[in-house]
C-alpha cells in the first residue's frame, strides 16, 4: 500500500473510532444516548413537485415587527378581525391593537426572570419548560375563546380577556403531551391536535429532527367529556393541523416525510386518512383560507442531502456523530441557508400556488401562513419578525 493508502486507512480508522465513541462529546447527540435515527419512507423523487417560484415573489414582502416579538410562531386574528396575536419565544400571547404590542396571555404560571428577553428566539429553549412556548393559536369563533397549544404546557385555553391560560389536557392514554404542536376546532367545539412527539420536547427539536423516530400523533379533545382520544399513531413529527372549510375532513403536516395528510371526519370514509399532497419540502403549519385553500408553510425545501440521509438512517447516525455542533448539522439539514416558501393547495390536493425566496434574503423559515383581506401574514418560530405579503 502507498503511504498515502495507509495515511487514509488510518485516518478512516481514527474517524470511525471516534464517531464509535465521541470521546469529546462534541456532538449533535452526545447529550442523547438513547438517540436512534429512523428511516423515512421518502416518496419517489420523480413524485415531487417541480414547481419553483423563479420571481422569488417573498422577497416582496414587508418585515413588520423587527425585534419586537421573537419566534413568532403562529399568527391568529380574534373573531372581531382584531390582532395579530402571536405567542412568542418567552411564553408569551402579545396582542398588536393597531398601535403597539400588549401582554395578552402567557401559559405557564411560573414566570420568573428566567423568561425576561434575549438576543434571540434560540437563546429561549433552556427555560420554555417553565416559561412555556405558545405554538399554534386559534380562536373559538362563537365564543372569542382562544385556545393555545403550548409545547410544553399541552392544550389550552384563555378567554377574550387573556391573562393565565388553563390546561384542558396534558395527556391520552396515560401517554403525557411532550410536544403539542398545533391545533383547529370545529363548530362543536371538538379540538383536533397533535403531539409532535412523545420522546422529545420541542427544546430539543433538532434531534427529533435528525431522529425521525415516530411516536408522533394526532389527538382529539372531546369538550363535552373532556377526554382526550388518539385518532393517529405512530407518527414522525406531526405538526400543522387545519380543518377544511366544510367541516368533513382536516389536513395535518407530516413533518418528517414532507406530506399533506387528510383525516376524515364525516362521510363513508369518517376515521380514516389518505394523503392529500407530497409537499416540495418539510412542512410547519398549515391555514385554511376563506375560499378552502390550505395555506402551508414549508419550513426548507427538500434537498439531495435530506432525502439521502432520510433514507439511510445508519448513515445518518454516523454522520450526527462527527464533531460538529447541532446547529450546523441543522443548517445542512435544511439545505444550508435559511429560505422560505410557502405553497397553497386545493382542497383536492392540487398545487395552487408557490411563493418563494429562495435566497432568504427577506423572508426565512416560515412557520405559518394566515391569509387575511389580500394579505399573507407569515410568522417564523426562529426569526424576530413578522413578515406580510400583499397579493392584492
Ligand atoms: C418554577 O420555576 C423555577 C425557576 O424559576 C423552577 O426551579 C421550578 O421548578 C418551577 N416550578 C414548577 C412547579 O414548575
Known sequence: MSPAGTFAGLFFLILAFYCGTDPFKHSAISQFPDFEAYAVDMPPWSQLPIERDTQNLLQKSEIKF???VQGPESIAFDPLGRGPYTGVADGRVLFWDGQSWTDFAHTSSNRSELCDPKPSPLSYLKNEHICGRPLGLRFDKKAGDLYIADAYFGLMKVGPEGGLAISLTTEAEG????????LDIDDEGNVYFTDSSTKYQRRNFMQLVFSAENTGRVLKYNPTTKET????RNLQFPNGVSLSKDGSFFVFCEGSIGRLR????????AGTSEVLAVLPGFPDNVRTNEKGDFWVAI??????YTYFCALYPKIRK???????PGKLQYML????RPHAAIVKYSPEG???QILEDSQGKVVKVVSEVEEKDGQLWMGSVLMPFVAVYNFA
Do not use: A, M
Open 299 to 304: 419550513h426548507c425545501r427538500r434537498s439531495i
Open 350 to 352: 392540487k398545487l395552487l
Open 175 to 182: 401517554v403525557p403531551l411532550r410536544f403539542t404542536n398545533d
Open 229 to 232: 382520544s388518539v385518532l393517529l
Open 318 to 324: 454516523f454522520l450526527l456523530k462527527l464533531p460538529i
Open 262 to 269: 387528510k383525516y376524515w371526519l364525516k362521510g363513508e370514509k
Open 333 to 336: 439539514h435544511i439545505g444550508g
Open 66 to 68: 423587527l425585534n419586537q
